[in-house]
């Protein structure tokens, strides 16, 4: 029989202690708007204590995403009062409320953290609970640091605090130190007793990744019986962060045999959950991350992009669309074979070329690829464009397709505070093209005299910067997402020089735009 699992996100809790992640109210709203698109059970929207920024961002997400009974609104407390009525008092404004109350139960947290006995601690959190339960009916109770604890006072700590009125048990492996098979026993182990005791509690884990283990750690305590998994966006969190939302929700469902459950996450929101997130944190995701990495859809040798073109199950376990992309990219590089440049010239419209033509065109590829890293449609127009005119071929497939596109010929940026300007020299056909604006910066001013010389309406979505190399001659990477009439064209471009290296980058965007709004009809 299949269970439903309980996602409940920390982004905004957990995640938001990432240094430098922290969010202003307006962007933890917005996020909070998407973490319920998105169909999480719970959303953990801070830990209102901590100040009074975060307070009042909880009161918001209660009253105006918590509106409705789809989803739980929660904040963090310690096991003081002061904590919990600011929990309370900020989580109270939505329909479905529940106070979160956190207290260690390892001998470490006991002993060296609180200079404690257990049997102190114990009833700190039992006290903490019974008062809770005086504001509303729904507490979740975590044993910080679970997985370190001796396990007959974790369970007596339980055991109290469901007595005392806990709704749902949260087991936290704090410290990313627990290992998938010792973690599932636990939780084994917690879950027999816990049904007996009550089995109306729900029993939830929460694991950091600090052994890279996160993920598997919350499948396995799904495996062996727990009800809700704490996760969030992009993993991030803590140190090294806690479980993925994305990854657990995505083995759920990929194998719901394995784990005989299922989530209510509506997966075609991930991608933008996870951008959403990783723009207004100023997190960027690793780009071979599964599920949200840039590379996680993308194919790039050779053998494997053969083989998908035959059959798409070779290399896919999950189709891009359900995560909410558009489809597989095939990504032409030098390592691209040829069916994989035959087919993107068929889709092209080049269907009728000869073997001998082909094979032309294919060097040509490979002399463009070694040289740009990554090949576009545009490119290929050109390529076939070029191999037309050297052979003399008249042909309606193409007519001069090539006069549409956009060559970067020079650029100048002046970086001040005062007038940060730009001025670029393109080429569109025989014709010269040339411009000058002043921006906010000098990459609005450079975006800005491309866009005006293009007189497309584009708006820039994500701008990325990283360094391929190191040393003096290391390569600018720029990465970014542009969209134009609702459709989002990424495109990339490297260079030593990162101005000519963002301007390429901006052009391959803008060509992508030409092939598939603004070519002559064939
Ligand atoms: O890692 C942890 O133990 C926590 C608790 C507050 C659940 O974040
Ligand atoms: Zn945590």
């Given at each position: 029989m299949t269970r439903k699992i309980w996602v409940f996100d920390t982004t905004l809790r957990d995640g938001e202690?990432?240094?430098?992640?922290k969010l202003n109210l307006y962007e933890k709203l917005e996020a909070a708007k998407q973490l319920k698109k998105l169909q999480v059970d719970m959303i953990e929207a801070g830990f209102p204590s901590s100040s009074a920024g975060d307070f009042n961002a909880v009161k918001e997400i209660a009253a105006k995403v918590g509106n409705t009974d789809d989803v739980i609104i929660t904040a963090l407390a310690r096991a003081v009062k002061s904590d919990i009525d600011a929990v309370y008092n900020s989580v109270k404004y939505a329909e479905k409320p529940l106070i979160h109350i956190v207290l260690g139960t390892s001998d470490i947290h006991v002993e060296k953290k609180f200079a404690k006995s257990k049997s102190q601690i114990l009833d700190i959190g039992v006290d903490a609970v019974k008062y809770a339960k005086t504001l509303l009916p729904d507490v979740q109770y975590s044993t910080e640091d679970a997985s370190r604890s001796d396990f007959e006072y974790l369970w007596a700590t339980i055991e109290a605090v469901v007595k005392a009125g806990a709704t749902i048990i949260n087991v936290p492996d704090t410290v990313g130190y627990a290992e998938p098979e010792e973690f599932g026993k636990l939780i084994f182990k917690i879950n027999d007793r816990l049904k007996n005791l009550n089995d109306q509690v729900l029993l939830s884990v929460h694991c950091h990744n600090d052994l890279g283990m996160a993920t598997a750690n919350t499948l396995s305590a799904i495996k062996n019986g727990a009800d809700k998994v704490e996760c969030t966006i992009n993993g991030i969190g803590e140190r090294a962060g806690n479980a993925s939302l994305e990854e657990v929700v995505m083995a759920v469902n990929t194998r719901s045999e394995v784990y005989q459950a299922y989530t209510n996450i509506n997966t075609r929101e991930i991608m933008n959950t996870s951008r959403l997130i990783s723009s207004f944190m100023g997190l960027d995701v690793q780009v071979n991350k599964a599920i949200t990495g840039d590379n996680a859809f993308a194919h790039s040798s050779g053998i494997h992009q053969d083989g998908l073109l035959k059959s798409r199950d070779a290399y896919e376990i999950i189709s891009p669309i359900e995560v909410g992309l558009d489809d597989m990219e095939l990504v032409l590089t030098a390592r691209s074979g040829r069916h994989a440049v035959k087919n993107a010239l068929e889709k092209l419209g080049f269907t009728q070329l000869t073997e001998t033509q082909f094979e032309g065109i294919f060097e040509a590829f490979l002399e463009l690829a070694d040289a740009k890293k990554e090949v576009y449609n545009h490119d290929l127009y050109v390529i076939v464009e070029n191999y037309y005119t050297e052979h003399d071929i008249h042909n309606q497939d193409i007519t001069n397709y090539s006069d549409n596109f956009f060559e970067l010929m020079d650029l100048q940026v002046i970086s001040n505070p005062i007038f940060p300007s730009a001025s670029v020299k393109m080429k569109k056909a025989d014709q010269i093209l040339k411009n000058s604006a002043v921006g906010s910066g000098p990459i609005d001013a450079l975006y800005s005299a491309i866009t005006e010389i293009s007189e497309l309406d584009i708006k820039l979505l994500e701008y990325n910067i990283s360094s391929v190399s190191r040393g003096k001659e290391a390569l600018g990477k720029v990465k970014i997402q542009v969209e134009y009439k609702g459709e989002i064209y990424t495109a990339k471009a490297t260079d030593t020089d990162i101005m000519k290296a963002s301007a390429l980058a901006y052009i391959n965007a803008i060509n992508s735009i030409v092939v598939d709004h603004l070519l002559p009809v064939k």
């Open positions: 202690q990432v240094p430098g992640a």
